[in-house]
């Protein structure tokens, strides 16, 4: 069984290694009159994590996320391990991209899980960390039975992440040397994963990694593949930048041409996956039916769960959004709001000046969602914050996205 040497032949830094046993000694502790077994997953276990010393401290630029499986979930256990968990982030200053992400799951649950890329990567790749293991018990899954709809909501995932990741310091030029080389870092991330959505479409099979998927790019990929038909070989050259600035976090790197970049390729991909799925160039993302094809808008147990969230919180949606929520799409209008708000960033970036035409774009499809609080003579600025400020309240207590 692979176990923690695998973490100090890819080099990390002691501090990590020492998260990781940590938490692994947490699960042991709390559940240990259970059969238990944690799985490390992500970036960490494939050798990618995002990481520098700087002025002699460590500062992460990424999660490290678990699965982990027990006999069965106890609200007091798992009530423990959340508070364990929470007092080793906070003696940890990595830095603010810095968490430990992680799931409990019953060992029965887990051959049914739903087949998900991330699955799929946390078997190839996952780091068994206990006497029991996790990867051998997950399903298979391939091109026959990926959750093609769960996999094109890395698009919406990724936009959101974006948007919050930018911050207030950028609007009056005071970003810190920490804050610009974040932001920089999350952009590349996300350009990063247009590899995870869109290669599994043409590809003879599942690829796990960053590192993987753009070299299969780089290989003849595009002139054989209706993906040439929307990216460029200087589109998969940017993509590799985006890694060896992953690998070196302190590569000096134009966060506005950056930003840029990624947002085009987000467009492109976005037309692809259109013409992957038979959907007209035309139609809106944002659309009724575009939207129901692309995404897996109508899970039940996520909408009961959301609408009762809703409903509670009536009074700050109104009871005709609470309504559009309940039975209309919403993904769709989600990743078309995000896209729009960063495509209006960019031109502050470009020209000091916030597109008013983009605002406007986001400010229509956050209003298909909820209330927008608006006050005369706000500068575009000010407007942009609202709404963004606006958006996360709707997504805290829509308990959506």
Same mark, same amino acid.
Request: with cysteine.
């Given at each position: 069984m692979?176990?923690i040497?695998t973490?100090?032949?890819?080099a990390?830094?002691?501090?990590i290694?020492d998260?990781?046993?940590?938490?692994v000694?947490?699960?042991?502790d709390?559940?240990?009159?259970?059969?238990?077994?944690?799985?490390?997953v992500?970036?960490?276990?494939r050798?990618?994590l995002?990481?520098?010393?700087s002025?002699n401290?460590?500062q992460m630029? #990424?999660? =490290? /996320?678990?699965?982990?499986? *027990?006999?069965?979930?106890n609200n007091?256990l %798992?009530?423990?391990v959340?508070?364990?968990v929470?007092d080793?982030?906070?003696?940890?200053p990595?830095?603010?991209a810095?968490?430990?992400?992680?799931t409990?799951i019953?060992w029965?649950?887990?051959?049914?899980?739903?087949?998900k890329?991330?699955?799929?990567?946390?078997?190839?790749?996952?780091?068994?960390?206990g006497?029991?293991?996790?990867?051998?018990c997950?399903?298979?899954?391939?091109?026959?039975n990926l959750?093609?709809k769960?996999?094109n909501?890395?698009?919406?995932h990724?936009?959101?992440?974006?948007?919050?990741?930018i911050?207030?310091?950028?609007?009056?030029?005071?970003m #810190?040397? =920490? /804050?610009?080389?974040?932001f *920089?870092?999350?952009i590349?991330?996300?350009? %990063?994963?247009?590899?995870?959505?869109l290669?599994?479409?043409e590809?003879?099979?599942l690829?796990?990694?960053?590192?993987a998927?753009?070299?299969?790019w780089?290989?003849?990929?595009l002139e054989?593949?209706?993906?040439?038909?929307y990216l460029?070989?200087?589109?998969v050259?940017y993509i590799?930048?985006?890694?060896a600035?992953?690998?070196?976090?302190?590569?000096?790197?134009d966060a506005?041409?950056?930003?840029g970049?990624?947002?085009l390729?987000?467009?492109?991909?976005?037309?692809?996956?259109k013409?992957m799925n038979?959907?007209d160039?035309?139609?809106?993302?944002s659309?009724v039916?575009p939207?129901i094809k692309?995404?897996d808008?109508?899970r039940?147990?996520?909408?009961?769960?959301?609408?009762l969230?809703?409903?509670?919180n009536?009074?700050?949606?109104?009871v005709?959004?609470?309504?559009?929520?309940?039975?209309?799409?919403?993904?769709?209008?989600?990743?078309?709001?995000?896209?729009y708000?960063?495509?209006a960033?960019?031109?502050y970036?470009k020209?000091?000046k916030?597109?008013?035409?983009?605002?406007?774009?986001?400010?229509?499809e956050l209003?298909k969602?909820?209330r927008?609080?608006e006050?005369?003579?706000?500068?575009?600025?000010?407007?942009?914050l609202?709404?963004?400020?606006?958006?996360k309240k709707?997504?805290?207590?829509?308990?959506?996205?």
């Amino acid at each position: 069984m692979t176990n923690i040497n695998t973490l100090i032949e890819y080099a990390y830094p002691e501090e990590i290694i020492d998260v990781v046993n940590e938490f692994v000694g947490v699960v042991n502790d709390v559940f240990n009159k259970q059969k238990s077994g944690v799985l490390l997953v992500g970036s960490a276990a494939r050798g990618e994590l995002c990481w520098e010393y700087s002025h002699n401290k460590l500062q992460m630029y #990424s999660d =490290i /996320e678990f699965l982990v499986a *027990v006999d069965y979930k106890n609200n007091r256990l %798992l009530n423990d391990v959340k508070q364990q968990v929470a007092d080793i982030e906070s003696k940890c200053p990595y830095g603010e991209a810095f968490h430990i992400d992680y799931t409990v799951i019953p060992w029965p649950k887990l051959q049914k899980v739903d087949k998900k890329f991330f699955v799929f990567e946390s078997k190839q790749c996952g780091i068994d960390l206990g006497n029991q293991s996790v990867s051998d018990c997950l399903p298979e899954i391939n091109r026959s039975n990926l959750n093609w709809k769960e996999l094109n909501e890395v698009l919406l995932h990724r936009m959101n992440s974006m948007l919050h990741a930018i911050p207030l310091s950028l609007f009056n030029s005071t970003m #810190s040397e =920490i /804050e610009s080389r974040t932001f *920089v870092l999350n952009i590349a991330k996300n350009t %990063l994963d247009l590899t995870t959505w869109l290669h599994p479409y043409e590809a003879d099979r599942l690829i796990a990694g960053f590192n993987a998927r753009t070299d299969s790019w780089r290989h003849g990929f595009l002139e054989q593949s209706q993906l040439g038909n929307y990216l460029s070989e200087a589109d998969v050259d940017y993509i590799g930048q985006c890694l060896a600035i992953r690998k070196s976090p302190d590569t000096q790197a134009d966060a506005v041409y950056m930003l840029g970049q990624t947002l085009l390729l987000y467009k492109k991909g976005i037309s692809y996956c259109k013409a992957m799925n038979s959907i007209d160039e035309n139609k809106n993302i944002s659309e009724v039916l575009p939207s129901i094809k692309l995404f897996d808008e109508y899970r039940l147990r996520q909408r009961v769960s959301q609408g009762l969230s809703l409903f509670i919180n009536i009074s700050n949606v109104g009871v005709i959004k609470f309504l559009r929520n309940t039975f209309s799409v919403r993904k769709g209008i989600t990743a078309n709001f995000s896209f729009y708000m960063l495509l209006a960033v960019h031109s502050y970036f470009k020209s000091g000046k916030m597109s008013q035409s983009d605002l406007n774009k986001a400010k229509v499809e956050l209003y298909k969602l909820t209330r927008i609080r608006e006050k005369e003579g706000e500068d575009l600025v000010t407007t942009w914050l609202n709404m963004r400020e606006c958006f996360k309240k709707y997504q805290d207590f829509s308990s959506n996205f």
